[in-house]
Antibody, heavy 120, light 107 residues
Framework: EVQLVESGGGLVQPGGSLRLSCAAS????????MHWVRQAPGKGPVWVSRINSDGSSTIYADSVKGRFTISRDNAKNTLYLQMNSLRAEDTAVYYC?????????????WGQGTLVTVSS | DIQMTQSTSSLSASVGDRVTITCRAS??????LNWYQQKPGKAPKLLIYAASSLQSGVPSRFSGSGSGTDFTLTISSLQPEDFATYYCQQSYSTPPTFGGGTKVEIK
């Protein structure tokens, strides 16, 4: 069974940093593209970033480009999102998701999410 | 960016009803369209991919259709567990974008 478990969320002041983790199990992690998607309270999901299977290619939403960095450790079956220069508008539940097609963004499996709150 | 529009933000329906949810893309996306169901406090769940392919484990009362710019998710006979919010999402180009959602409520 595919399992994705996010951690690392919490309360942070504007301008601060957080690193989210997503522990993966139940599938060959190193074979799949992975994504981060966020959802602000009461709003719809918004795609944040994607990394390819070996970590050599990454892409970001314009709203986080230059502030967030996606990475992965295939030996540890773990996906990361380093978030710097956080703003109030980054407040959201952050989900990691597995892409079975390794193309585009078909998000077959999602974690339970981790809440990031940016507030003073 | 491709804009995805779900013109109905909420609808009320009864158990057993046939429900249709629509989604429109701002430009042609071929059949690169996915549908998700989300219940409160839970992550979205993939229902339909490539516009009309049923994800494994999803009940056959769910179906999807459309191509180009106009898409439809149909629930043939609404069940109590189907009351939720439904989102479309295009996977044609980066960034992938979601519709605003359609909340299906109990009449």
């Amino acid at each position: 069974e595919v399992q994705l478990v996010e951690s690392g969320g919490g309360l942070v002041q504007p301008g601060g940093s957080l690193r989210l983790s997503c522990a993966a199990s139940g599938f060959t992690f190193s074979s799949h593209w992975m994504h981060w998607v966020r959802q602000a309270p009461g709003k719809g999901p918004v795609w944040v970033s994607r990394i390819n299977s070996d970590g050599s290619s990454t892409i970001y939403a314009d709203s986080v480009k230059g502030r967030f960095t996606i990475s992965r450790d295939n030996a540890k079956n773990t996906l990361y999102l380093q978030m710097n220069s956080l703003r109030a508008e980054d407040t959201a539940v952050y989900y990691c998701a597995r892409d079975p097609l390794n193309w585009g963004a078909t998000l077959e499996n999602w974690g339970q999410g981790t809440l990031v709150t940016v507030s003073s | 960016d491709i804009q995805m529009t779900q013109s109905t933000s909420s609808l009320s329906a009864s158990v057993g009803d046939r429900v249709t949810i629509t989604c429109r893309a701002s430009q042609s996306i071929s059949n690169y369209l996915n549908w998700y169901q989300q219940k409160p406090g839970k992550a979205p769940k993939l229902l339909i991919y490539a516009a009309s392919s049923l994800q494994s484990g999803v009940p056959s009362r769910f179906s999807g259709s459309g191509s180009g710019t106009d898409f439809t998710l149909t629930i043939s006979s609404l069940q109590p567990e189907d009351f939720a919010t439904y989102y479309c999402q295009q996977s044609y180009s980066t960034p992938p974008t979601f519709g605003g959602g359609t909340k299906v409520e109990i009449k």
